[in-house]
């Protein structure tokens, strides 16, 4: 309804439309913590992959609209003051979003493009059957977020066939969910937080060599996640458990196939 919208509020000329499309692999290393409690860190490679549409709006103005996707696994280590250590957790990381924005041109090598959109990321944490150093039972935990991502990008020619890629990002963060596994532990039923309060940030750059019909790009990103204490559930015997609030950062590199 967004999209419409703005198709009807700019009166696009149907026929002035051009498309694009990326795909590529992505190597990441990202950190999780809960301060005072535990940590998490380890690779993760994965594809990631995005559709635009561009819509001729006005002069030297273009409405842009469409998905992006990501699903990349990993093996994490934990490591816990409380509960001792864990190498080779499983990790799967998924993101979805459905971006707007208006992309001026500035000058003709010169592009800006403010967005904005829906975003959801999903991570699933599975440390069920293994044991700490300790001898703590891991579980599995499946962590989602939902968010408004406000963002800007910008871009530079240098020359016909290079170009310079630069994006940042502030993500609203609306509601996380945490479903805890716990039934997997003798003793412990299955337990779902609430997380109503944090933020999320990413940039990232890249470079684009131009080639006859389609161009490669390579260059790094950063995101980063701030979440505040979730709010309190109880299980059937009045246990009250909360996820912790907590930050993650995950640093990494981009290789993108543009057609």
Wanted: zero cysteines.
């Amino acid at each position: 309804m967004l999209v419409v919208a703005l198709l009807m509020l700019v009166g696009v000329n149907a026929y002035a439309v051009d498309f694009e499309a990326q795909v590529g692999p992505e190597i990441s290393h990202i950190t999780y913590k809960e301060p005072g409690v535990m940590t998490e860190k380890g690779w993760f490679y994965g594809m990631a992959g995005r559709a635009e549409v561009k819509f001729d709006v006005a002069k030297d103005l273009k409405l842009t609209v469409g998905p992006e996707l990501k699903l990349a696994k990993g093996r994490v280590d934990y490591s816990s003051p409380i509960s001792g250590d864990m190498n080779g957790i499983d990790d799967t990381l998924f993101e979805a979003r459905a971006l707007v924005g208006l992309q001026y041109q500035l000058t003709p090598e010169a592009k800006i493009k403010p967005y904005t959109g829906f975003g959801y990321r999903s991570l699933v944490d599975d440390s069920s059957g293994k044991q700490t150093s300790t001898g703590a039972w891991g579980y599995e935990r499946w962590i989602r977020y939902y968010y408004i991502p406000v963002g800007v990008a910008f871009s530079y020619d240098f020359t016909k066939d290079w170009t310079a890629k630069a994006y940042a990002e502030y993500d609203i963060f609306l509601r996380g969910k945490v479903k805890t596994y716990l039934s997997s532990v003798p003793g412990y039923e299955d337990i779902t937080n609430t997380q109503k309060s944090g933020y999320g940030l990413r940039a990232g750059a890249q470079v684009e060599k131009k080639f006859t019909g389609w161009a490669v790009s390579f260059g790094p990103y950063v995101k980063y996640w701030k979440i505040k204490d979730s709010e309190v559930t109880y299980d059937s015997l009045g246990r009250g458990w909360i996820e912790p609030r907590n930050h993650s950062t995950e640093i990494g590199s981009a290789l993108t196939l543009n057609f």
